[in-house]
Structures are given as structure tokens and as C-alpha cells.
């Protein structure tokens, strides 16, 4: 007998695992109507219990089922209602990072009622950065409070706000005479106002240059292989934009070996496609010099004509081997997401890690060009190939190593660009204008003159697409750049010295 | 006189020849019914067409296993116009007088379908095209199996303002720069002009094909959602800078709870290959999505999926069926009807037959091809993404809606006929 009712207790303890719960509620949870689920969440939450707490979380993942064993769906609306359920619970978590996910939240959604648990979690918390943010919660939530000195504080509070929607909410509060009667808190909104504005328009100012140095970069990597192959060597290189699809197919084939072979490792598939896309790139670059380019230089029209049959060539080769649907390279779990600098402003990481990509492809672009014998003769042979042959510089070898390292560099573009962009046979066309661009606006035959170029470009596109938008930037770029070229004709920064062929 | 002997036997031996290569030629024409597929499988529309191609074949294999049409089988000619517009045209052309189509299956973009109009109008062919569109046309030689505006664009933009879609008062209007998004948010500017939204809380902005740098777009929403108000973006993105687009999205941290994106041209199909669980909540109206549960859906995806197998597709174990492909799906076996009952492939006969066919679609209904206007009468669903890359239906419509191709929000439209002109 006794057994028999330790069993029970024992198949209720696990069975009824929400019967803690009221029954009632959680079937309201599966109700068609979005109103009677909210109401539902909203009891539960207010319960504070850890069962309810599980209960929503599974709600919130999809995985929660109702009684015919269909899964329940949710939308926005109660998704929303869930985070700030479960935020106002989290707000005394013992973890820092949940604390701040759930003030986050709230933040967006502040009413009165919630002052004095605000009031309460601010005055518990210990880490700055979460305490400064509920102290914004809390003037929010008082912002309406009937005492002046309250309302005072709050106004007052908020000018240390970073968020777009107090900066509204301010200038309202300023304008509203009928809500605010007292000028003195008025007029405190409004330096309140223009204090959160300018901290608003900086941010914005970095956003901006932020994306302008990030489209500048991969401007920079497309166009830096082209910068030597074109620019030192002077071969019109119309099969660049596929050296870059080479480094991008090589990431993408790297990402599937990796994903069947090291699974435990696929985090870190870029890191290994860097040095496998140089050389697959550099490969191709020197097969292509050996046999056709380097019959034809100081021939440029038919350089131009042969190098553009060859991105056609390479173009079909990579539909045949890979298909002509672009393939899915995907972001590892350290490249995705984004550094928070403000509520307005989130730095993505790809962006981030291609940027400092990009510094490094450059700096040991500049070391080989200055700092070894092959940069030395190839710097030689640019300024003058007779006289570099002359003195003993074997200058074909020469040519072929400088077109093998600008090929090479062009396939680690192409490993970047496969963080960001499609991969696709025809990826690369849309680059070759772009990186010639580039190369022209620096001036042929610098590398200093393709990093202010790709820049600077970068930039100025990024600014005139937050003003004129997306399209009309594209084309008010290339009037400018043919502008420049006119008053221009060398570039940025022009080659001093003496010259064989000018 | 030997050589002219010699010549006059050449000459008959070839005629007698050419007589019989005509002969054996049209024998076997007779054999089989030819039709065209007219997809782009390279370039940006590559990502959206491929799929369609693959569902046509799939469909005309169906049919003809099952002993094709009027007794004889199916045959497809497939082209690639490689997302290239007068290109479209070249291969309509083609398939029509050259490969003797009866009917030709294809189209995505609306720029694509505005530049093979003409040519099937000159030549009378027959299109049937399988993706939402902007409306504003009606023409006699085409079936217009995707949504129209009033099937999708419209209650879509109904959902955001209701209390459950979150009640949205700003309008963000995104798109790439052509005529169908453009079309389209001249309607839904006007449509929310009408329900009281000023100019000022609706921002428009486009991009070229192919673009793939959101980080502007993004802070430019980011700052727009700002300034109070709840905010919505209407993303008519095409093709694959949908990718960069969301990938941004998920980047930038804007959740779907904040400021919702729906999206008229991202199924399921465009989701393969982005990281969904960041995106979760953000929004797509179509008529029908994979997650639709019905004795006709799964047969749908069932077959679809043992085919893709079959064709050793790449990711064959991955494959998604959705909105396009069902109206493509719907288009075969609805033609193939039509062809029954006319007894003939003949243009004229086919489109006087297809009015008023049935069809029991993988959206659960029985859909109707409106007797006049060449739209399909559709249901209409929006959904939520899931993390898995599915959709969550979240609203739909009782049953079928009949579209209106001229929509009533652009001034003028009252006047025009519910029917294309016979001439």
C-alpha cells in the first residue's frame, strides 16, 4: 500500500511537471485568438515560477505542443509579448548577460507600471553598463510621473540615451505643452533632447564611415591584385573578376571538405581557404600567363580581346564543375552578428574581420614588393625592362612570378568577397569595373595610389548612397571618376621618374 | 552532258532525300506535344528560376506517365535565357517558330515577361507564367498563374496594420529598380495614402540587380524605425541579393519584433543557404508555403522531393517546394486540361478552353481560372519564418479570391475591361 502511494507521488512529481502550473492557462496558451494567449503569458509570467518560465521559453522555440500534439504556433505580436515576459523575469537573473539581453528588451516597451521593479533591479545592480541602461528604463518608465522633482530626474536622465526612439520621444515631451505644464522640465527635455541628437548623429557619422572604409576594403582586395598585374606590369587583365571567383570556389570547396571531413573544426574552413585560395589562384594566374599573355605583351588591344576570351572560358568551366546556380558559403560562428556600439548603431563582424583582412593582404603585398628580391626585380622591371635585362633580371621569369602573385591575391579577394556576396560563375564581372576603377583613379603602377583610391571610393559611394540612394550613387560615382580622369589623366599619385616608354 | 546527267540525279536524290527527313520529321512530331521552358538557370534570377525549370520537367514527366496529353507525351524544350531580358525574347522566338512549342512555361521577373509579350503577341503563342506580379496587363496570349496585387500585396500590408501584425504606422517600400517593385508600390503607396498614412511616414528606396552591399539600406531603416512610430518594410528584393540582404539583416540585429520585413518575392527556395534563426518572425505572403498541410501538398513535395532525388539535384536531401513552383504546377496540369477538353494544342482553342478550369492544388483548394481574365482565383497566406527556414502561417484567407489585375488604388484602372482584347 505504502509503496503503492510512494509511486504515485513519485508519476506525479515527473507527469504532472506543470501541474504547479493552473491547467486553465496553459491550455489558453494554444488558443487561436492572440489576445487570450497573451493574456495567458501574462498570468504566467506574473506567477514569477520556473515552470512557467521553461513553459514560455519552449513556447518562444516552437516546440511547445497542444493537446492533439500539433505544435502551437505563435507571431510577432505574442513573440514580443513572450521576450518581455521572460525579461521582466530575467531582470534579477544571476547572470550579467542575460540581465542586460532582458533590459534590452524591456527597453523598447516601457509602461509606469513597471517603475518600482525597475527601481528595485537598478538599485541590486552591479555592473555599470546594465545599471546605466535601467537607469534609462526607469526615467522612461517615471518619465509621466505626477511628482515634478520625479519627472525632473527622469527628463534629465535620459540625455545620456543612445536610442533613436528617446531622442523622439524628447522633442515630443518638449512640444507637448498640454502633458508637461512646467516650461523648466520642458526646456530640460529639450537639452536632454540635443544632447542624445548629437550622440545620435556621431554615431551615425561612424556608421557611415564604417561602411564606407568596409566597401573600401573589399574595393581594395579586388582591386590590389590588379593593381600589379595592370598597374606595374601593364597587361589589361579582363580575366581579374575570375581569379576572384577562383578564390571564392576555393573557400566554397574548402567549406565542404571541411564539413565532411573535420566537423568539428567547420568554424574555422576560412582560415584554411586563405593560403589554398592564393595558390589555386596564383596557379591559374601563371598557366594563363605562360601560355597566352606573355605572347602578347605590348599589345594591349589584343591582350584585352584574349584575356576577355579567357573569363568567358573560366566562367563556362565553373558552370560545368560547380553548376550555374550560385553555391552557399556560409558565415562561421565567429563572422556573424555584430559589435553593438550604440542602439542605433551594430558594427556587423564580417565586416569587421574583412577589414583587418584586407590590412594584412596589404601589408604583405608591401613587404614582397619592398622588402624581397622578387619585388626588387619586379619593381625593376617596371621602370625599365631593357636596362633591368641588361644588368642580368631575368624579366620573363619575372613577368610570370608578378602575374602569378597579383592572380594570387585576386583568390584571396575572392575569399573575402565569399563572406559577403554570392558565389557564382559570373561573380567576378561584377568587380572588374570596380577594381578597374580603382587602379585608374590611384594611378597606374602605385599601390599607395589603389589603397587612397579603393578608399576613398569606398567612402564616397557609401555617403552618396545614404543620400541619393543605391542606384543614382552608382552612377554619380562613375561621373565623378570620369571627371577625375579628365583633370586627372594620372591618377591620384603618378609615377616619378624616368620612364622607358613616356 | 555526263556532268549535267550527274547533276540532275544529285539534284532528285536530295529532294528525294529532303522529302523523306520532312516526311519522318513530322511523323514523329506527331508522336509528341512539344513544350517550352523559358527559365533563367544562370545569372542573378538563377537562385528563384532553376527550381521552376526542375518543377515544369518534374510535372510533364507526371503527365506523361500517366499517358500524356490527347495520347500523345509531352516533350520539353528547355532554353536558358540566363537572366539576360532581350534575351527572353530571342528564346520565346525560338521556341515558337523554330521548336514548333504548343505552349511555352516560363518567366519570372516582370521585365522578362514585358519583353517576351510582344513576341508571343505577334506570333500568337501561348505563356503561361508562374510568379506574382504587379498587374496592369492583361494579354490575350498569356495565363497569369501567380498572385496578382489584391492577392498578395495588398493583404499582406492589411496584416502589418492589424493589431496582430503589430500594428505598423511607417512604411518602409524596398526594392530592386524595376518594374515590377516599382509598380507595385506606386499601388501601395496609394493604397496607404487611402488608409490615412502621410508621405512622410512612407520611404521608398531600390537597388540594382544584383547588389549586395545592405549595410546603407539597413542604417537607413534602422534610423527610420527611430523616429517613433512602429515600422514595416515591404521588400519587393528579387533574385539573389535577397542573400546579402538577410544576411545583413541578421547581422544588424533587427528583429522581426521590432520591424518586421515582408517579403513578396522570398520563399522557401531563397531561404536555402541563409542562417534562418536570426531572421526569425520576419514575414512572406504568397498562396500557398510547403508547411501547408493537405493530401495534396504532401503528394506535392513528396514527388517533387523523389525527383530531385532522382535527378541527383545538388542537396537533392534539402529541397523545398514553394509558391512559384505550385503555380507552375498548377499551370502544366491546368494546360493540359484545357488541351483535353479542346481536343487540339491550337492556340485560340486552348485559351477558350481554359476558362473556368478546375484544379485540386497542393494549397488545399479547388483553384479556379477565372472564365475572363486569365488569373487564377487564389487563396492567400502570410507567414512567418521558422528557424528551420520554413514558414509559420500565420493568416490566410477563408478560400480563393479573385484577382483584379487592374488594381482599383491606381487612378484610371476603373475604366479598363476584366478582359484581355481578342484583338
Given at each position: 500500500m505504502k509503496r503503492v502511494l510512494v509511486a504515485l507521488i513519485l508519476a506525479c512529481l515527473t507527469l504532472c511537471a506543470s501541474a504547479a502550473l493552473d491547467p486553465l492557462l496553459v491550455r489558453q496558451l494554444?488558443?487561436?485568438d492572440s489576445d487570450e494567449k497573451i493574456a495567458a503569458i501574462e498570468a504566467l509570467a506574473k506567477s514569477g515560477d520556473p515552470e512557467a518560465v521553461a513553459l514560455l521559453k519552449r513556447l518562444d522555440e516552437g516546440t511547445l505542443k497542444d493537446e492533439q500534439g500539433e505544435d502551437i504556433t505563435i507571431n510577432n505580436r505574442v513573440r514580443g509579448k513572450i521576450a518581455e515576459a521572460m525579461a521582466a523575469l530575467r531582470l534579477f537573473d544571476r547572470e550579467p548577460k542575460a540581465r542586460l539581453i532582458a533590459v534590452k528588451e524591456l527597453l523598447g516597451n516601457i509602461d509606469p507600471g513597471m517603475a518600482t521593479m525597475l527601481a528595485k533591479a537598478r538599485d541590486h545592480e552591479s555592473e555599470p553598463r546594465i545599471k546605466a541602461l535601467l537607469e534609462e528604463a526607469y526615467a522612461l518608465a517615471t518619465i509621466r510621473a505626477a511628482d515634478p522633482a520625479v519627472r525632473l530626474a527622469a527628463v534629465k536622465a535620459l540625455a545620456t540615451s543612445g536610442d533613436a526612439n528617446v531622442r523622439t520621444l524628447l522633442l515630443d515631451y518638449y512640444w507637448n505643452k498640454a502633458a508637461e505644464p512646467d516650461l523648466a522640465i520642458r526646456r530640460v527635455a529639450f537639452a536632454s533632447y540635443l544632447e542624445v541628437m548629437q550622440r545620435i548623429e556621431i554615431a551615425d557619422l561612424v556608421g557611415k564611415v564604417f561602411s564606407g572604409l568596409s566597401l573600401g576594403s573589399i574595393l581594395l582586395l579586388a582591386a590590389l591584385g590588379l593593381a600589379i598585374t595592370y598597374g606595374v606590369m601593364g597587361v589589361i587583365n579582363m580575366a581579374h573578376g575570375e581569379l576572384l571567383m577562383i578564390g571564392a570556389y576555393t573557400t566554397y570547396a574548402m567549406q565542404g571538405l571541411f564539413r565532411a571531413h573535420l566537423p568539428g573544426f567547420v568554424d574555422w574552413y576560412v582560415l584554411a581557404a586563405v593560403p589554398l585560395a592564393f595558390f589555386a589562384a596564383a596557379a591559374v594566374g601563371i598557366l594563363l600567363e605562360r601560355t597566352v599573355i606573355r605572347r602578347l605583351y605590348g599589345r594591349p588591344l589584343e591582350t584585352l580581346l584574349a584575356t576577355w576570351g579567357l573569363s568567358l572560358i573560366l566562367i563556362q568551366a565553373a558552370r560545368v564543375f560547380f553548376g550555374a546556380q550560385n553555391v552557399e558559403v556560409a558565415n562561421p560562428a565567429w563572422m556573424s552578428g555584430g559589435i553593438e556600439v550604440l542602439p542605433s548603431i551594430v558594427l556587423p563582424l564580417n565586416r569587421i574581420v574583412i577589414i583587418g583582412f584586407s590590412l594584412f593582404v596589404l601589408s604583405l603585398v608591401w613587404v614582397l614588393m619592398n622588402k624581397t628580391r622578387l619585388g626588387m626585380f619586379v619593381r625593376a622591371v617596371t621602370q625599365n625592362r631593357p636596362m633591368a635585362g641588361c644588368v642580368g633580371v631575368p624579366t620573363s621569369r619575372v613577368d610570370t612570378l608578378a602575374f602569378g602573385l597579383g592572380a594570387g591575391i585576386a583568390g584571396l579577394g575572392g575569399v573575402a568577397l565569399s563572406q559577403i556576396a554570392n558565389v557564382g560563375p559570373d561573380m567576378g564581372q561584377g568587380y572588374i569595373v570596380d577594381s578597374f576603377l580603382v587602379v585608374v583613379v590611384g594611378g597606374v603602377g602605385q599601390l599607395a595610389g589603389a589603397v587612397w583610391a579603393a578608399l576613398g571610393l569606398g567612402v564616397i559611394a557609401k555617403f552618396l548612397e545614404g543620400w541619393t540612394g543605391a542606384v543614382i550613387a552608382k552612377i554619380a560615382v562613375l561621373v565623378f571618376v570620369i571627371i577625375f580622369i579628365q583633370k586627372r589623366p594620372q591618377g591620384l599619385f603618378a609615377l616619378k621618374g624616368r620612364f622607358v616608354e613616356s | 552532258m555526263q556532268n549535267r546527267r550527274n547533276f540532275l540525279k544529285v539534284t532528285a536524290i536530295t529532294a528525294a532525300l529532303a522529302a523523306a527527313g520532312l516526311t519522318s520529321f513530322s511523323a514523329l512530331a506527331a508522336d509528341t506535344i512539344k513544350v517550352g521552358i523559358l527559365h533563367s538557370l544562370s545569372g542573378t534570377m538563377a537562385i528563384s528560376e532553376t527550381a521552376l525549370k526542375e518543377t515544369a520537367l518534374m510535372t510533364i514527366d507526371e503527365i506523361n506517365a500517366k499517358g500524356g496529353v490527347m495520347g500523345k507525351k509531352l516533350e520539353a524544350v528547355v532554353v536558358d535565357p540566363a537572366s539576360n531580358w532581350p534575351l527572353f525574347a530571342e528564346k520565346a522566338r525560338q521556341l515558337i517558330s523554330q521548336d514548333k512549342v504548343a505552349v511555352v512555361f516560363g518567366c519570372w521577373t516582370s521585365v522578362s515577361r514585358k519583353s517576351v509579350n510582344p513576341v508571343f503577341k505577334e506570333l500568337n503563342g501561348l505563356l503561361f507564367y508562374p510568379v506574382q506580379y504587379e498587374g496592369e496587363e492583361l494579354e490575350k496570349n498569356v495565363f497569369y498563374t501567380g498572385a496578382a496585387p489584391n492577392q498578395q500585396a495588398i493583404p499582406a500590408v492589411e496584416y502589418l496594420m492589424s493589431k496582430d501584425g503589430g500594428a505598423a504606422k511607417r512604411w518602409v517600400l524596398l526594392g530592386t529598380d524595376y518594374v515590377y517593385p516599382r509598380t507595385t508600390n506606386k499601388i501601395l503607396r496609394a493604397f496607404l495614402k487611402a488608409k490615412g498614412v502621410a508621405d512622410a511616414d512612407i520611404m521608398e528606396e531600390y537597388t540594382p540587380f544584383g547588389h549586395s552591399d545592405y549595410q546603407t539600406i539597413i542604417a537607413k531603416i534602422k534610423k527610420f524605425a527611430g523616429e517613433g512610430k512602429k515600422t514595416a518594410v515591404v521588400s519587393t528584393i528579387n533574385g539573389d541579393s535577397n542573400v546579402p540582404f538577410y544576411k545583413e539583416l541578421g547581422n544588424a540585429g533587427l528583429k522581426a519584433t521590432d520591424v518586421p520585413v515582408v517579403a513578396f518575392s522570398v520563399g522557401e527556395e531563397e531561404l536555402r543557404?541563409?542562417?534562418?534563426k536570426p531572421l526569425v518572425g520576419h514575414l512572406a505572403a504568397w498562396n500557398y508555403f510547403e508547411s501547408i498541410k493537405n493530401p495534396e501538398n504532401t503528394a506535392f513535395i513528396k514527388l517533387y522531393k523523389d525527383w530531385a532525388v532522382k535527378q541527383k539535384l545538388p542537396n537533392a536531401s534539402t529541397v523545398v517546394t514553394n509558391d512559384p513552383m505550385e503555380a507552375t504546377y498548377i499551370g502544366i496540369h491546368m494546360w493540359a486540361q484545357a488541351v483535353e477538353k479542346a481536343k487540339s494544342t491550337d492556340t485560340d482553342k486552348v485559351i477558350a478552353a481554359m476558362a473556368g478550369q478546375k484544379f485540386k492544388a497542393p494549397d488545399g483548394f479547388d483553384i479556379e481560372m477565372d472564365p475572363k481574365n486569365h488569373h487564377l482565383h487564389k487563396p492567400v497566406f502570410i507567414g512567418e519564418v521558422k528557424a528551420d527556414g520554413q514558414f509559420n502561417v500565420v493568416w490566410k484567407t477563408k478560400g480563393p479570391i479573385k484577382a483584379q489585375p487592374w488594381s482599383p488604388y491606381i487612378a484610371g484602372n476603373d475604366k479598363k475591361k476584366d478582359e484581355p482584347d481578342t484583338k
Open positions: 494554444a488558443a487561436e | 543557404g541563409v542562417d534562418t
